[in-house]
C-alpha cells in the first residue's frame, strides 16, 4: 500500500523507524499546545489605534470602511452605500441571527432574502465573524449562519463587523475559532479575505475584480466604547 | 522529436514546441535541451519585451513589503525552523494530519507516483460521473499532468487562474510557478481571446487590460457553475485540524472548491505542518516572498466536506497526497529543498530566469528551486545543465524565506554530475590538470602568472577579450575581462612587504 511506501521511505531517510513513545508524545504536545511564533509588533497597539490599523489596511488593500456608532444604523448604511454606488437596493443576506435582529424596517426601501447566494445576485452582505488589524483581514469561517457563497459570488460584497471582533494578529483570531476546544473545532471552511479580488496575471499589472467580488465594504459597527478613536 | 519517459516517477508530460503544436506525445523533458532553449530564448523578441517589463515590478514590490515589515529576517529563521521540524518529523505529522481529514469527514489518497495520483483523480471524477472539471492553480497538477490524462477519458479540465486559462487556450505549459503567463505581452492575450471565444463580437474593443480581465471572468463563470468537480492545489496542509489552503488573489480557488459537489486538494508530502501557528508565521513570509503583498486577497482553509446543516460546499472532500520522489530526498544532502514553499522569489531575482525566461529551464519547475528540484525529481541524467545554468551570484538564497541554501545545493549536483561521469570529457580533462597545479602551489603561481602575462599580450592593451584560443565555446556567449595587474598572489606578496 503507498501509505506505508511513503512512510517507510520516509523512515529509511531519517535513519530511523516510527517515533518512539516518548518523541510521539513530545509531537503530540506542540499539537495540543500549538505555540506561538513571532508576532509583528505592529498590531500592538491600544485598541482604538488596533482599530484605526485595520480601517487603514482595509483602505490600503482596496477596500472601503463605513463606521457606525450601533448596529441598529447597520440598515441606513446599506442602502446609503448601494446608493452611492449606483446599485438597486437588493441583496443576499447570511442567514445569521445578529443580522436578522436589525431594525430592517429603518431602511424600507431594501429587498432581501436569507440564504447562500445564487450565480445572479449581485450584492451579498455577509455576517464578519472577526478581524485582523495586522493586514486589515477579515475572518469568515462557514456554517449554516455564514454560507462561502457570500464571500465569492456576487460583485459586491458588505460585511457587518463589530469593533469589539477586531484583533491584532491571526494567532488571537485562531483562539476565538478554537474558543478553548482542541481538535475538530475548524469549519468546513475559514476564509481570510483582504480587500477585493485582483489579479496581475497581465503583463504583472494589478487589476481588481478577477473572479471573485469587485467591491469590498466593511460596515463596522462601534459597539467597543475603548476602541472609539479619541474625540 | 523524441519521446522521453521518464524512469521510476512516471511523468507524461508534453513540453515545448510539441506542446504548442498541439501534437498529442508522451514525455517531453526538454531540460537536456537546455543550451538551445537558452539561445532561442534569448532570440525571441516577444519573449524578451515581457520579462523586460516584468521583472523589476516583482523585486520593487517585495522590497516594499520587506521593508515595512521589521520582523522579517527574523521570521525567515522561524519559517526555516518550522519546516526543519516539520521534515524530521514528517511521518508522524502526516499521519497525524490524515487522520484528522478522516475525523473531518474527508478522504486521504496516498499516492506514490504520479500515475498512482492521476489515477486517484480520474478515480474520483469518474465515480462522481463529472463531465467538466475546474481547477484552481497547481504546479504538483503540472507536476502529474492530469489535465491530459483527465482529457484523455473523456473529461474536460478547465483551468480559471487567469494566467493558467490563457496557457491552456495557448495549449503551453507556465513559465513561471505564480505568474504563469509571465512570458505573455497583452497583445498576445487579446489575440488569443479573438481567436478563442469565437461566440463575441469579433470587433469589440479591449481598450485596457481591465476589459480583458472582464471577458475572462465571465467567460470562467459559466465554467465554474457548470463543473461537477473542482480541484485544487495546497499551500499548506495542517496535521492540527486536518485542512487544506489555498492562497489567491482572483477568487478562482475558492469558487472551484466551493461550487462543484466534489472537491479534490491536490498536495505533495512535504506540504504539511504542524499548527495553525506554524501555518501563519509561513504565511507572513509567503505573500510579501511572492507578489510583495502583505497578505494575499484569499487565504482559505478547508476542512473536510460539506456539514449537515451547511447551505453550502462540497459533499466531498478528497486529498491526494503525492511523493512522487520526494521521500527519496529525506536524509539526503537534497532535503532541504523540501522546506520550499514556492514563493518564486528566487526566479523573480535570478539574473539567468531573467534572461531566458521559464520556458528554456524545460520542466515544471524553473529557475533556482526548479534547477535544484528537477534533477531531484527527473534525474540529475536529464537535468545537469540546470544546476550548471547558475551565475551563483548567491540572490537566491538572500531572498529565500526559508533560507534554502541554493547554490550550495546547486553545487552538490554538479557534484554529482561529475562523480557519475555525466560531465563532459574536455571539462574534466581541463579540472584534472587543474587540480594537477593545484596541488602544487609553486607550480600553480608560475603557471598562473604565466596565464595573466599571456593574456595581457594578447589583448594589447584592451580591457576584454571577445575570443581566446582554445576557449571559443567559452567566449562565445560572453567576454573574457583581462587581468588588470599580476596574479593574486603576487600582489598579495607585494602589499605585505609594504608594510
Known amino acids: ?231 | 522529436m523524441k519521446v522521453r519517459r521518464c524512469r521510476g516517477a512516471g511523468f507524461a508530460l508534453h513540453w515545448g514546441p510539441a506542446f504548442r503544436l498541439g501534437v498529442a506525445a508522451l514525455v517531453q523533458i526538454t531540460s537536456p535541451a537546455f543550451k538551445q532553449n537558452a539561445a532561442r530564448a534569448l532570440a525571441d523578441a516577444g519573449l524578451q519585451k515581457a520579462l523586460g517589463k516584468a521583472k523589476g515590478a516583482f523585486l520593487q514590490r517585495r522590497a516594499e513589503a520587506v521593508a515595512r515589515l521589521p520582523e522579517f529576517e527574523a521570521l525567515r529563521d522561524i519559517g526555516r525552523d518550522i519546516k526543519n521540524h516539520t521534515l524530521a518529523n514528517l511521518d508522524a505529522y502526516l499521519e497525524t494530519y490524515a487522520a484528522n481529514v478522516e475525523r473531518a469527514g474527508g478522504t486521504v489518497h496516498w499516492c506514490s507516483t504520479a500515475e498512482e495520483a492521476r489515477a486517484a483523480v480520474l478515480g474520483i471524477c469518474q465515480r462522481a460521473g463529472a463531465r467538466t472539471v475546474t481547477k484552481g492553480k497547481s504546479m504538483i497538477s503540472e507536476e502529474i499532468a492530469v489535465n491530459d490524462h483527465l482529457e484523455a477519458h473523456g473529461i474536460t479540465p478547465v483551468e480559471t487562474d487567469l494566467g493558467e486559462y490563457i496557457i491552456q487556450l495557448r495549449r503551453e505549459h507556465p513559465s513561471h510557478i505564480i505568474a504563469p503567463a509571465f512570458h505573455l505581452n497583452r497583445e498576445d492575450w487579446e489575440a488569443d481571446f479573438r481567436r478563442m471565444h469565437t461566440d463575441l463580437d469579433p470587433n469589440r474593443v479591449f481598450a485596457e487590460r481591465r476589459d480583458i480581465l472582464t471577458e475572462a471572468r465571465t467567460k470562467l463563470r459559466e465554467r465554474f457553475l457548470a463543473a461537477d468537480v473542482g480541484i485544487t492545489g495546497a499551500n499548506f496542509l495542517i496535521a492540527e485540524t486536518g485542512s487544506s489552503v489555498i492562497v489567491t488573489n482572483e477568487g478562482n480557488g475558492d469558487l472551484t472548491q466551493t461550487l462543484p459537489r466534489v472537491h479534490i486538494a491536490l498536495a505533495s508530502i512535504e506540504k504539511v505542518v504542524p499548527t495553525l501557528e506554524d501555518a501563519t508565521s509561513l504565511l507572513r513570509l509567503l505573500a510579501r516572498s511572492a507578489t510583495g503583498q502583505d497578505f494575499s486577497v484569499y487565504t482559505t482553509f478547508s476542512t473536510g466536506a460539506r456539514r449537515p446543516a451547511d447551505l453550502d460546499g462540497p459533499e466531498e472532500y478528497h486529498v491526494v497526497l503525492i511523493d512522487n520522489g520526494r521521500s527519496n530526498m529525506i536524509g539526503s544532502e537534497f532535503q532541504d529543498m523540501l522546506r520550499c514553499i514556492r514563493c518564486a522569489a528566487c526566479m523573480n531575482h535570478c539574473p539567468v530566469y531573467g534572461a531566458t525566461g521559464g520556458h528554456a529551464y524545460g520542466w515544471v519547475y524553473p529557475g533556482p528551486m526548479g534547477s535544484v528540484l528537477t534533477p531531484s525529481l527527473v534525474g540529475v541524467d536529464k537535468a545537469a545543465h540546470l544546476p550548471n545554468a547558475s551565475t551563483f551570484c548567491g540572490k537566491c538564497e538572500s531572498v529565500c524565506p526559508v533560507k534554502i541554501p541554493l547554490p550550495k545545493l546547486m553545487r552538490h549536483w554538479r557534484e554529482r554530475e561529475f562523480e557519475r561521469h555525466l560531465t563532459p570529457s574536455a571539462v574534466r580533462s581541463n579540472l584534472a590538470l587543474w587540480a594537477w597545479f593545484a596541488k602544487r602551489p609553486g607550480m600553480y603561481r608560475a603557471a598562473t602568472r604565466a596565464a595573466v602575462g599571456a593574456l595581457r599580450l594578447i589583448a594589447r592593451g584592451r580591457g576584454a577579450l571577445r575570443s581566446l584560443p582554445l576557449a571559443g565555446g567559452w567566449t562565445e556567449g560572453r567576454d573574457l575581462p583581462v587581468p588588470e595587474g599580476g596574479t593574486f598572489m603576487s600582489r598579495y606578496a607585494k602589499q605585505q612587504r609594504g608594510r
Request: charged content about 20%; cysteine-free.
Open chain 1, 1 to 231: 500500500m503507498s501509505k506505508d511506501a511513503i512512510l517507510g521511505a520516509i523512515r529509511r531517510g531519517l535513519k530511523r523507524g516510527p517515533l518512539p513513545a516518548d518523541q510521539r508524545a513530545m509531537i503530540d504536545g506542540r499539537l495540543a499546545s500549538h505555540p506561538r511564533h513571532l508576532i509583528p509588533a505592529r498590531s500592538r497597539l491600544p485598541r482604538p489605534e488596533q482599530v484605526a490599523l485595520f480601517v487603514a489596511n482595509v483602505g490600503k488593500e482596496f477596500g472601503t470602511v463605513a463606521r457606525v456608532a450601533d448596529a441598529d444604523a447597520v440598515p441606513t448604511a446599506i442602502a446609503a452605500y448601494l446608493a452611492q454606488q449606483n446599485l438597486a437596493p437588493r441583496f443576499v443576506l447570511a442567514p445569521h441571527p445578529d443580522l436578522a435582529a436589525l431594525p430592517w424596517a429603518s431602511a424600507p426601501m431594501l429587498e432581501f432574502e436569507a440564504r447562500r447566494a445564487q450565480p445572479d445576485d449581485l450584492v451579498a452582505v455577509q455576517h464578519g465573524y472577526a478581524a485582523i488589524a495586522e493586514t486589515g483581514t477579515l475572518m469568515l469561517p462557514s456554517g449554516p449562519e455564514r454560507p462561502t457563497t457570500l464571500n465569492i459570488l456576487a460583485e459586491t460584497e458588505i460585511v457587518v463587523l463589530r469593533a469589539s471582533r477586531i484583533v491584532g494578529a491571526y494567532e488571537e483570531a485562531w483562539d476565538l475559532l478554537r474558543d478553548g476546544r482542541t481538535g475538530g473545532f475548524m469549519p468546513r471552511n475559514v476564509m481570510l479575505v483582504t480587500g477585493p479580488s485582483r489579479s496581475a496575471d497581465i503583463e504583472q499589472t494589478l487589476e481588481l475584480g478577477a473572479h471573485g467580488p469587485r467591491r469590498l465594504h466593511v460596515i463596522l459597527i462601534d459597539d467597543d466604547p475603548a476602541a472609539l478613536p479619541a474625540p
